[in-house]
């Protein structure tokens, strides 16, 4: 991510906003490639997509954007866990949803995004829209 705030990859919007709702997901990792394949897979299916190299600017998006529906973050960041990152932006944004992302399938990974995935088992993770707990 480029400068002090998430920004959104893509800036077309519909026309329409009280008939259809475009839900923002905001994916917070490291991995600029991971994040740019994400976001590709994600706008070419519907969704608004902001993107974060690391907590800060993931909690700055938070505090500067109307809604967020949905983070998918680095279950472990170097900054802070992809766990409290979620506890502090439903501060925000109750309605959070949040899928975290796993390096390796272990039993408490259950639930988690595992590396590495498709895009059709990132579509079905994002439209069940993650879990509420965090």
Same mark, same amino acid.
């Given at each position: 991510?480029? &400068?002090?705030?998430?920004?959104? $990859? ?12 475009? !839900?923002?997901?905001?994916?917070? @990792? ?9 976001? &590709? %897979?994600?706008? *070419?299916? &519907?969704?608004? %997509? ?6 800060? /600017? ?11 529906? @949905?983070?998918?973050?680095? !279950? /472990? /960041?170097?900054?802070?866990?992809? @766990? ?8 925000? /944004? ?8 796993? $390096? !390796?399938?272990?039993?408490? $990974?259950?639930?988690?995004?595992? *590396?590495?995935?498709?895009?059709? $088992? ?7 829209? &993650? @879990?509420?707990?965090?």
């Amino acid at each position: 991510m480029n &400068g002090s705030h998430a920004r959104p $990859q893509s800036e077309s919007a519909p026309t329409d906003l009280s008939t259809t709702r475009r !839900r923002v997901v905001l994916i917070v @990792t490291a991995d600029s490639g991971l994040s740019a394949l994400a976001s &590709g %897979v994600l706008q *070419r299916n &519907g969704y608004e %997509v902001l993107t974060a190299r690391h907590t800060g /600017h993931a909690i700055l998006a938070g505090l500067t954007r109307d809604r967020i529906d @949905t983070l998918i973050a680095e !279950r /472990h /960041h170097d900054d802070m866990p992809g @766990t409290t990152l979620a506890a502090t932006l439903r501060r925000y /944004h109750p309605e959070l949803r949040s899928l975290f992302l796993a $390096q !390796r399938e272990t039993p408490e $990974q259950e639930g988690m995004l595992v *590396r590495p995935f498709t895009s059709e $088992q990132l579509l079905d993770k994002v439209k069940a829209e &993650g @879990t509420t707990a965090a």
